[in-house]
């Protein structure tokens, strides 16, 4: 009786699957959603350069674009005080653990101009500074992981993004920063006339011959996108938003 049982029931199954009736099926994985921006895909992010009031002072745009050796980044600054031009280029080039290989900047900052190139030497753990015209070259010992400024900030991204908060460490700007970081936790600000809930990061970089403090604030997305940067300046907080 029972095999008869299950014969009648393959029977009854083979039935089914030759009369087209639609046979019960698991169901679909949700689909992975894309992920977006640096570490993930090259990026390009363009930003306003405010004053306290909100008047637009100049644009700014950052780049990350992926290369067989790691990634190259670019940020180029274009603003302008009455009477004060700002216009500055910085490039650095890194290996995919985001240690830093080459770092420059060009800018020009009223009457003041300024060159440079920094090749670091991970081997020997030295950062080469040469100014442009090639005369006065200068070597600082560093880590063997070492970053520069513009490299940093993705590397805080990608620690953000994974949870933590940048350790304190030595930063190429030309001459060597020490760099410390510390998270005040959640807040809301207001990027492109929009509420952005953001994580918020203060840095502190002190120099041969500056100490500067600002805030970074990171968007809560899985790029941990920086939304805006705010730097106090002697009349007014200047700051950099996200254009979206």
Not at 41 to 65: D, K, Q, R
Not at 186 to 202: F, G, P, R
């Amino acid at each position: 009786m029972r095999i008869a049982t299950l014969r009648l029931a393959a029977l009854l199954g083979i039935a089914v699957v030759q009369s087209g009736y639609p046979q019960a099926s698991a169901p679909a994985a949700p689909a992975k959603p894309v992920l977006k921006g640096f570490p993930f895909t090259n990026e390009s992010l363009s930003y306003t350069a405010n004053w306290p009031s909100g008047i637009s002072l100049g644009e700014a745009h950052l780049s990350a674009t992926s290369t067989t050796a790691g990634w190259h980044f670019e940020l180029g600054l274009d603003a302008a005080i009455p009477g004060f031009a700002v216009k500055d280029t910085y490039k650095s080039t890194a290996a995919a653990d985001l240690c830093s290989d080459t770092f420059s900047k060009d800018y020009v900052h009223g009457a003041h101009k300024s060159s440079e190139t920094v090749t670091i030497d991970k081997q020997a753990s030295i950062a080469s500074r040469m100014p442009a015209n090639k005369v006065g070259e200068s070597k600082t010992n560093v880590p063997a992981c070492v970053r520069d400024a513009l490299t940093f900030l993705y590397y805080a991204r990608r620690e953000m993004g994974q949870g933590r908060v940048p350790v304190a460490q030595e930063i190429v700007f030309g001459a060597i920063y020490n760099g410390s970081f510390q998270y005040t936790g959640a807040e809301t600000i207001t990027v492109s006339n929009k509420k952005v809930l953001t994580d918020k990061l203060i840095c502190h970089i002190k120099g041969p011959a500056s100490d500067v403090q600002f805030e970074v604030y990171f968007d809560r997305d899985p790029a941990r996108t920086i939304v805006a940067v705010k730097v106090p300046l002697p009349m007014g907080k200047f700051s950099l938003e996200l254009v979206r």
